[in-house]
């Protein structure tokens, strides 16, 4: 079927469906026709239909926050929530100069339990996500749906053509400013600090956008909002993670970071498929045994051991789309003065590069964090995780 047929079957589709809705004139419908280019593959009309409908039952549902608030019959724990939602905009509006808008002014109560599910696919022998390119957001390293059955099925055929994949609910997304993102029913009851680190990550997506580099938007959210998060916590009175939570979180990261490394030398070797399937195998056994044995002991571990269970080239692909450049953010935020608007400037600069020049400057920018991290570093022996030895910890240095 050639694209025109498509594009007018396209809209034939849409305008039955949204014609359901009364309100939705030709605005909105050209704005969802927009919208499904950023959730999926934009390549059936069945695509485009589960993608707009999904989108508009989340719009059809949404309810002013001040009015639920100020409803006496409302749930106490949802109005207390809302509160902070409110306190949060507030804050990412005033003190992180983020374009809050109408974002999040409102709620959504989901069907299920999660607003979608994104695919991630990345080739047996290669850490590069599979990219999917759609007209207006450009190319991106995930595809979502609405529907976990049609991402399921989508996911068995990538797997079928020898694709590493993994498929995982995703409680909130961002619609990048295309429409007003209200609250969901899949993350509002998270934990104040949870919630706040969340809406800043997705409302820096509003800020700054570069197409086709998922790396760097992801990276460039994430870390607005851990640089946002330690003062937001001291001016609402939440103490800060405790010390053994941090430290697991940078013993699995090590470990992550490790099997990537392996997994990289593993696949740019001359080594037959066979002999680098094998390694592959046991290179991600031994990450598991290794996360089994520096995890013994602790309390909440469930979400890391699930992540490092299902660990293959998809999930490591994941992770370093939004860790692997968080420091050469932060670093640059340092350069800005600590100034979010002159910080805003210089990573619009930066993504106005070509990607090459973008890419060799954020390498640059993280070696000068890494390097000031280690200058920071007490000069006492310590020990850390380790894929290279059969106790999985690292020789004192």
């Known amino acids: 079927m050639d694209d025109s047929l ?154 079928a053509e020898g694709y590493d994949v993994y498929l995982g609910p995703v409680p909130a997304y961002s619609t990048l400013g295309w429409f007003d993102d209200p609250v969901l029913s899949s993350f509002v009851n998270w934990q104040p600090d949870r919630l706040a680190s969340l809406l800043f990550h997705e409302l820096a997506h509003r800020r700054v956008y570069i197409s086709g580099d998922t790396q760097f938007n992801e990276s460039f959210a994430t870390a607005v909002s851990r640089i946002a998060l330690p003062d937001w916590r001291r001016r609402q009175g939440i103490p800060a993670p405790k010390v053994e939570s941090v430290a697991q979180a940078q013993r699995v990261n090590s470990l992550m970071v490790s099997a990537r490394k392996q997994l990289q030398q593993i696949y740019g070797s001359p080594l037959s498929d066979a002999e680098k399937r094998e390694k592959k195998a046991r290179t991600l056994q031994q990450l598991r045994h290794c996360y089994r044995e520096v995890s013994k002991g602790w309390e909440q571990d469930e979400q890391f051991t699930k992540l490092v269970e299902k660990t293959n080239n998809a999930t490591l692909a994941l992770v370093s789309e939004y860790q692997s450049q968080v420091p050469a953010f932060a670093q640059l935020y340092r350069d800005s003065g600590s100034d979010w608007e002159a910080f805003y400037t210089a990573v619009e600069q930066l993504g106005a590069l070509p990607k090459d020049r973008r890419k060799a400057r954020l390498d640059a920018l993280g070696k000068r964090a890494q390097s000031a991290g280690a200058g920071q570093t007490s000069s006492k022996n310590v020990t850390g995780p380790s894929l290279q030895s059969d106790t999985c910890m690292s020789a004192a240095n």
């Open 6 to 159: 498509k594009n007018i079957l396209l809209k034939d589709t849409l305008n039955t469906k949204l014609a359901r809705f009364p309100g939705f004139g030709r605005p909105w419908r050209a704005a969802l026709l927009l919208l499904c280019t950023f959730l999926g593959g934009c390549e059936t009309v069945h695509f485009y239909s589960q993608a707009a409908s999904g989108q508009l039952k989340i719009l059809a549902g949404r309810e002013p926050i001040d009015r639920l608030v100020a409803d006496e019959h409302t749930d106490a724990k949802l109005r207390r929530q809302l509160h902070w939602v409110q306190a949060i905009r507030a804050y990412a509006g005033a003190e992180l100069h983020l374009p809050v808008g109408r974002a999040y002014s409102e709620f959504t109560q989901l069907e299920g339990e999660y607003a979608l599910w994104n695919l991630i696919a990345a080739p047996e022998f290669s850490l590069s996500p599979k990219r999917w390119c759609y007209p207006i957001a450009g190319c991106a390293s995930y595809r979502g749906y609405f529907d976990k059955a049609d991402a399921e099925v989508h996911a068995g055929r990538l797997r």
